[in-house]
């Protein structure tokens, strides 16, 4: 990234006040980040798995010895400061969504229970023709339009009665069906002239989507369907310098894809066949049970290994790959997702392997800290003046958002790298290339 491309100086930009947290669809994950958020500020938990709150960056050369967690590099949002808020199509407050969800322990949800339950959802905007295995009865009425302006006045709002300096939406609602991109999606203009026909193509989570970028606030989509990935909101978020990113939260078995497929291409071993199935049992699991909603959710978890293995450049390894996804609903798993993966690689001379992973992961355990950072770093960037797709946050996605001409980086410690050095830039910081001459005399 060059030092040329416009940004504030958050040097002396230290965040004040309130950042109001919008969280479209108060379930599994969401009501998990939130305990969890209110579980730390207690000291009775700890944000393990957040980049934010853990982990540190190393500033100048190694023998600087310079390593500030990342928390006290850039100015963030300090946990204390944070509101939550959202909507659902159940009535359920947040603790009985977060009881409902079985994810963390009812000894600890007890604990939270007054502050949880003050948590209600607002109204959502809501059609059950895409997600079809849903059928909730708290919701808005009216066309399109309507329902973006309502939303509009739920986050103003929000932030009215809460005192807010500053807002983050991110999407934590299901999974929606499989959708293409349409002509009405070219354009904010097209988009809009389609929110008042009220047409089709215009899914919930698009006006959501729309209507937090439309405010300026920060938008990231942490499910697989279409959303603010389309030309007419990409263009809006430029017109309201508002950062967006998304989408999918990598967690579960894509995070071990994209940790264990670079490894093999790193080291030049060949992989003839993935196959990986999944069970789990939540009310996410349910509404996957979908078709159309899996088709969503399937076309995100394949593109991962083409994109990291590069067949094109590989054709002996990597041409020949047998990668299948599976996703079965278990409801006596519940949100205890296992996750196995029977991977056919070869080596020296075409020797064939085999690779079994058994992961027993919780999903929204692990997608808990995701919601955090994201939120985090899309108030910093914002701070910091930056808009449009945030790429650097690829790091948290199964589907990176990019610029239209590019290709996701789905490697993990490329992204990794990535999302260091965009921290360093933004603080006037040496990035770092990993050379190393400077070390050697010769
Ligand atoms: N848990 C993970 O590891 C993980 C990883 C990647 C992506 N995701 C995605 O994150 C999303 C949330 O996952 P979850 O486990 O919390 O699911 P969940 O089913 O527990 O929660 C989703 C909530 O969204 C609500 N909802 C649906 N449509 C809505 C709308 N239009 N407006 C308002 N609320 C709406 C539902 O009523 C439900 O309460 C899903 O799309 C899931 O695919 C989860």
């Given at each position: 990234m060059s030092k040329s491309i416009r940004k504030e100086?958050?040097?002396?930009k230290t965040p004040e006040g309130k950042l109001g947290v919008l969280l479209p669809g108060l379930g599994a994950v969401a009501t998990t980040f939130i305990a969890g958020v209110l579980a730390i500020r207690k000291g009775i938990g700890k944000p393990i798995g957040s980049i934010t709150q853990m982990q540190t960056v190393r500033l100048g050369?190694?023998?600087?010895?310079r390593t500030p967690l990342i928390k006290d590099f850039v100015p963030l949002a300090d946990l204390k400061d944070l509101v939550f808020g959202g909507w659902d199509?159940?009535?359920?407050n947040c603790y009985e969504s977060a009881k409902k969800a079985g994810v963390l322990d009812i000894n600890l949800l007890e604990k939270l229970k007054p502050e949880l339950e003050k948590i209600k959802p607002m109204r959502g905007a809501f059609?059950?023709?895409?997600?079809?295995n849903l059928d909730g009865d708290f919701i808005k009425s009216g066309n399109r339009w309507k329902l973006a302006e309502q939303l509009i006045e739920d986050i103003q709002r929000f932030k009215k009665e809460n005192k807010c300096e500053r807002l983050v939406m991110i999407w934590c609602g299901s999974t929606e069906i499989y959708m293409k991109r349409h002509?009405?999606?070219?354009?904010i203009k097209n988009f809009e002239d389609a929110l008042k026909k009220d047409s089709?193509?215009?899914?919930p989570s698009m006006i959501y989507a729309y209507a937090a970028i439309k405010e300026g606030t920060p938008y990231a989509n942490g499910?697989?369907?279409?959303?603010?990935?389309?030309p007419a909101l990409i263009e809006l978020s430029k017109i309201t310098k508002t950062p967006i990113a998304g989408k999918?939260?990598?967690?579960g078995q894509t995070l071990l894809k994209t940790i264990i497929a670079p490894g093999l291409k790193a080291r030049m071993l060949g992989l003839s066949g993935w196959f990986s199935t999944n069970i789990l049992g939540n009310r996410d699991g349910e509404v996957l049970d979908d078709p159309m909603s899996f088709k969503t959710k399937e076309k995100s978890k394949l593109s991962v290994l083409e994109y990291i293995l590069q067949p094109h450049l590989y054709p002996e390894l990597y041409d020949k790959i047998y990668h299948k996804v599976r996703i079965n609903y278990y409801p006596p798993s519940g949100d205890n997702k296992e996750a196995w993966d029977n991977l056919d690689i070869f080596g020296w001379l075409g020797y064939p392997m085999q690779i079994k992973i058994d992961f027993l992961c919780r999903d929204s355990i692990l997608a808990a800290p995701i919601v955090l950072d994201l939120i985090l770093f899309l108030d910093l960037a914002k701070r910091a003046g930056l808009s449009g797709?945030?790429?650097?946050?690829?790091?948290?996605?199964?589907?990176p958002q990019t610029a239209e001409e590019l290709y996701p980086e789905h490697d993990l410690f490329i992204q990794l790298t990535k999302l260091k050095n965009t921290l360093r830039w933004m603080m006037d910081e040496e990035l770092i290339t990993h050379l190393g001459r400077e070390y050697y005399n010769t």
């Open positions: 100086t958050l040097k002396t050369k190694r023998t600087e010895k199509i159940f009535k359920d059609d059950r023709s895409y997600v079809r002509k009405i999606h070219n354009s089709k193509f215009i899914s499910a697989p369907n279409l959303s603010a990935d389309i999918d939260f990598k967690t797709i945030q790429e650097w946050l690829s790091f948290y996605f199964k589907s």
